[in-house]
């Protein structure tokens, strides 16, 4: 489905992707995990050209999409869902209306587009709110439309980039139930930046793990998690094991103070 | 290329260009509008003060106590001189109260309106007439001598309808108003090609005649610099009868001057004397003035006018004749009572001198019949000399000829006996000589022997007798030969004197002379036509007369000129030379100081005129000038607002797209490219690029104009503000980047971002309007 090769970036002098190259087969969920800054989103952006790389190659169902000309490139765009850390919303639009933009902008007509905008909206429970301009829902809701509109496509590939990490901790769920269940119906593929290890320990068939612009360890998640490679693998197993044992703890009554 | 291929499609770039062309014209419109009213307004407010641009002709002020008797006139002066003419009352100011009337165009010709000021003379209420015809141009400040001659160039022009003597200017009117650019400038073409060099003198260098002086330096100005044009305008060529009769009157001031006595008084001693001071002459009068005493009859007064570096006073008599100044000493006058005494006088009788010589050329007149008849008696023997003399002259000539003809007779006759050997001949004949003697002495001893031989002796005798005479003749003919070639050398000689001597004489033009003296004689006959009797009489009266013009007639006639003269606008501190615009005071200079004779005066070289525009017009001008400065600021205003709510957007995403990924470099070298290339960059371009179109074209639409800057300033400005505005085009209108990002991932192209995201977005203005046709999620 996706093959990436060498995939570089440099912003100035700081090398943000260096020399990155990873495989993802169809229908598989990936998540890409590692510290801040290690290039996970600039890696997840140049997929669909949203950062233009510096070099490398993306070969995405068959085609380098570095090579691809506007036309094409808009195109392709179509068949690759993103859904931003920021939502990413048209303010003036209504959420029904951000979900259709897409549509009928690829040329679909309005009613058709209505009933397909519809239908994803549906998939994220929300429904009763499609009038509803972005500002008068909550950050949940607004991502959930985003997930909406990039689902309407019914694309190939889902890239997701850091969908929850503006969210208030209440509403995050809401999100990730939404993500777990489209994994979990294996609709299209996904690469999954995120930081939240329940959902990669939970739903991601592959765990990738980067440091430096570079893949430092992959693997399945209990493989990488609980016997990793890496010294970032080995920080993440002793950040679940930290949580786990102070919800343990906590839920045990047994708090520190 | 690719822009146009965009431009034909539907795309954002033909939206901006549409929105570009609509803003032109809703700017222009919107300048237009605010000017327009601006300017309808001043001006209702003008007209309502002083009435319409045109609507009247003149303007009659009145004292306000005066209107009510100054309107019946002023309405009684229109009913019977301007049938059909509007009177309107105006706006009283500072006690002045406005009449407007209008006349009807046929009214409207030079001569009426050179006549107004008669015409509306008896007006009540010390009426002032101005002019407000328009449209009307005013030429000021133009020597009073020149205004004939600018008038009728500036009558010729086209667009004019005529010109006239307002006041101290020149008014113009024209045609119509389309044509004030085009007389405005030809008539400050005309200005430009004259020019006035004004000769001032300080007082007391003041010319005794300014308008003989000025025209002798105008002809020498035209024949000295080869000027085409030198014209003293010193005076108003409009009056040259009185021009003449002043110049004449100052010619006889400057005559009697000439002739009056010349009085000189040497102060006695410890005496100082003053111009203006008087002193009195015992004169005719029977008693020697005496302190204290009163002039009486008789006395001679003079009064200083003039103080030498001597210290003498020089002046003319002012009561009695210097012919009656007898005693030498004088006293002082003061307030017509004898003083101190003053000092000496000596004075010359110009006129005296003058009878004198009239006397004397009276006489000399009376010997001319005398003269002519003399000279012509002369004239006569002159032309029977020239007679004599070509007679002569043929004679000698002829004589000539045959005395060189003797010579060449003489030469050719005396040819053959040079070649005659006439010694041989004379030593043969001697030979027979001696042998007939010898024979001879035979022949008488045979006689002695035979007396038969006689008749043979004597026969032989005689042959060697005739033979002597012939040696004797051969000899004789010797010296003929000798002689004929002397006689022949000597009249060679005499030819060839006689020939240069002839040479000479044929030089001399007879006929010249004889026509001289012909003419000679014609005008001796001319001059015996004279009537010398008449002309002895007149120069004896001129004599007689000249001496009897009294030195106090003189100085009161004087006086007399000089108080007319002086009531005259006749400036004699100042001539004014109307010349060509080619020539420069230093190049006149010379022929002033020499015509003046001396370099006391300031020449200045002064327009010819300067073009006044009237007050109305000048305030209708104005108003045009705010109509045009209001169009312009509400054309840069609107380009601004334009700017700010329609095109920020579009320069913030092209500012966005420039710096994705760019990474700011530090550093002063980073700085100053940054600096060096902050112009090129795309939103700043654009922004120049719009502010520049936009501005100018509603500038040229809207007629807006700005004081101080130029038509290549207005794109400039243009370009300006839409630098400024550009480099703060993501404060004013930010683009929500993360939406332009969705629209990016969700495929969208440029256009339908840029009509669906970004300017909707943006800040709301006619771009939106324009765009929501364009929407698709209105």
């Known amino acids: 489905m996706l093959t990436i090769n060498n995939l570089s970036k440099r912003f100035g002098k700081v090398v943000a992707v260096n020399g990155m190259s990873l495989r993802v087969g169809r229908g598989e969920t990936i998540v890409l995990m590692g510290p801040s800054g290690c290039g996970k989103s600039t890696t997840i952006r140049m997929i669909n050209r949203l950062i233009e790389p510096d070099a490398g190659r993306i070969i995405f169902a068959g085609h380098d999409i570095i090579s691809l000309g506007d036309e094409a490139l808009r195109h392709t765009r179509k068949r690759i869902g993103f859904v931003f850390q920021q939502f990413n919303l048209i ?27 519809l239908s994803a909206m549906e998939k994220v429970g929300l429904v009763k709110f499609r009038d509803q301009k972005p500002s008068e829902l909550s950050g949940g809701q607004q991502q959930r439309v985003g997930i909406a509109r990039a689902l309407a496509f019914e694309p190939e590939l889902m890239l997701w980039d850091e969908p929850t990490a503006s969210l208030d901790p209440m509403l995050v769920r809401e ?21 939240e290890l329940p959902f990669a320990l939970h739903v991601a068939d592959r765990i990738v793990l980067m440091d430096k612009g570079q893949v430092v360890e992959e693997g399945i998640p209990a493989k990488v998690f609980v016997k990793p490679a890496s010294d970032i693998g080995q920080r993440y197993k002793e950040l679940i094991e930290y949580q786990m044992n102070t919800s343990a703890l906590t839920l045990a009554g047994q708090r520190i103070a | 290329m690719k822009f146009i291929k965009r431009l034909l499609r539907d795309s954002f770039e033909r939206d901006i260009v549409i929105l570009m062309i609509v803003s032109i014209f809703v700017g222009s419109m919107l300048a237009s509008s605010v000017s327009l009213t601006a300017n309808a307004y001043f001006s209702k407010t003008l007209a ?31 009913d019977d001189a301007f049938p059909g003419a509007k009177l309107k009352e105006g706006p009283t100011l500072t006690g002045k109260t406005s009449f407007f009337v209008a006349l009807p165009d046929q009214y409207k010709t030079k001569k009426i309106y050179e006549d107004l000021g008669k015409t509306f003379g008896s007006i009540p209420g010390g009426a002032g007439i101005g002019f407000m015809t328009e449209p009307r141009i005013t030429v000021r400040g133009v020597p009073d001598g020149a205004k004939n001659m600018l008038m009728d160039n500036i009558a010729q022009m086209e667009g004019v309808r005529f010109a006239f003597r307002d006041g101290g200017s020149i008014g113009v009117l024209l045609t119509s108003l389309d044509k004030a650019t085009a007389v405005n400038s030809a008539v400050q073409h005309l200005l430009k090609q004259y020019q006035v060099i004004e000769i001032s003198f300080p007082v007391g260098s003041e010319p005794s005649n300014p308008i003989r002086l000025g025209e002798t330096i105008a002809d020498d100005m035209r024949q000295e610099l080869k000027l085409n044009f030198a014209q003293n305008v010193s005076i108003d060529g409009k009056n040259d009868d009185m021009t003449y009769a002043v110049s004449t009157m100052m010619e006889l001031r400057r005559f009697l001057g000439a002739y009056a006595s010349e009085v000189t008084v040497t102060p006695a001693q410890g005496i100082v004397l003053h111009k203006g001071d008087q002193a009195i002459f015992q004169g005719a009068a029977s008693d020697v003035p005496s302190a204290g005493q009163a002039v009486v009859q008789g006395n001679v007064v003079v009064e200083i006018t003039e103080i030498g570096a001597d210290g003498k006073g020089r002046g003319v008599i002012t009561h009695g004749d210097a012919g009656q100044l007898m005693a030498s000493a004088g006293y002082r006058l003061e307030k017509n009572l004898i003083g101190e005494p003053i000092g000496t006088v000596s004075y010359r009788n110009p006129r005296r001198e003058l009878g004198n010589a009239l006397n004397e050329t009276s006489k000399l007149v009376a010997q001319i019949p005398g003269f002519a008849q003399d000279a012509r008696n002369i004239s006569n023997i002159g032309l029977g000399v020239l007679d004599n003399y070509n007679s002569g002259m043929a004679a000698i000539e002829k004589t000539l000829g045959d005395v060189q003809s003797a010579g060449n007779i003489i030469q050719t006759s005396t040819a053959g006996l040079a070649d005659i050997d006439t010694s041989s001949l004379q030593s043969q004949i001697d030979s027979s000589s001696r042998a007939m003697g010898g024979l001879i002495g035979t022949l008488e001893v045979l006689k002695l022997v035979q007396a038969d031989t006689g008749g043979p002796l004597e026969s032989l005798s005689l042959t060697q007798r005739n033979l002597n005479n012939l040696k004797s003749t051969l000899a004789a003919l010797d010296s003929a030969a000798a002689n004929a070639r002397k006689a022949r050398l000597a009249i060679d000689q005499v030819v060839a004197s006689a020939n240069s001597t002839m040479g000479t004489l044929r030089a001399f033009d007879s006929n010249g002379a004889r026509s001289s003296l012909t003419d000679t004689n014609n005008r001796l006959d001319e001059l015996s036509k004279i009537n010398v009797p008449l002309v002895t009489t007149q120069l004896g009266y001129m004599a007689a007369a000249a001496p009897n013009l009294k ?57 010819l005129g300067v073009i006044e525009p009237n007050a109305r017009g000048e305030l209708y001008r104005v108003l045009g000038e705010v109509k045009a400065i209001l169009a312009g600021l509400t054309a840069i205003v609107v380009t601004a607002v334009f700017l700010v709510f329609d095109h920020t957007a579009v320069m913030s995403v092209m500012r966005r797209r420039r710096k994705v990924g760019v990474v700011k470099k530090t550093g002063y070298l980073a700085a100053l490219k940054r600096f060096v290339t902050g112009l090129a960059v795309a939103e700043k371009k654009y922004g120049m690029a719009v502010g520049a179109i936009m501005l100018t074209a509603m500038f040229i639409f809207a007629g807006g104009g700005i004081p101080y800057l130029p038509w290549i300033g207005v794109p400039v400005l243009g370009a300006f503000i839409g630098l400024v505005i550009a480099g703060a085009c993501e404060k004013i209108s930010p683009v929500a980047a993360e939406e332009v990002v969705a629209g990016e991932a969700l495929g969208m192209s440029f256009d339908e971002i840029m009509r669906e995201i970004v300017i909707p977005a943006s800040r709301p203005g006619l771009f939106q309007k324009l765009n929501i046709r364009k929407m698709k999620f209105r």
Do not use: C, W
């Open chain 1, 91 to 117: 303010g003036r639009l209504t959420a029904l209306e951000n979900v259709m933009l897409g549509l009928v902008m690829g040329g679909m007509v309005k009613e058709a587009a209505y009933e397909k905008a």
């Open chain 1, 175 to 195: 999100v990730l139930v939404v993500m777990e269940e489209l994994a979990k119906y294996r609709a299209s593929t996904m690469l999954v930046v995120t930081h």
């Open chain 2, 551 to 607: 030195d106090e007639d003189i100085s009161h006639t004087v006086q007399i000129l000089d108080k007319f003269i002086a009531g005259q606008v006749i400036p004699g501190e100042r001539i004014q030379i109307l010349t060509t615009s080619n020539i420069n005071t230093n190049a006149v200079a010379p022929i002033i100081f020499r015509q003046v004779g001396h370099e006391n005066v300031a020449l200045y070289s002064t327009a």
């Open chain 2, 48 to 78: 309502n003060i002083v009435g319409d641009y045109g609507e009247f002709d003149l303007i009659i002020s009145v004292r306000e106590e005066m209107k009510d008797d100054a309107v019946i006139q002023i309405q009684k002066i229109i």
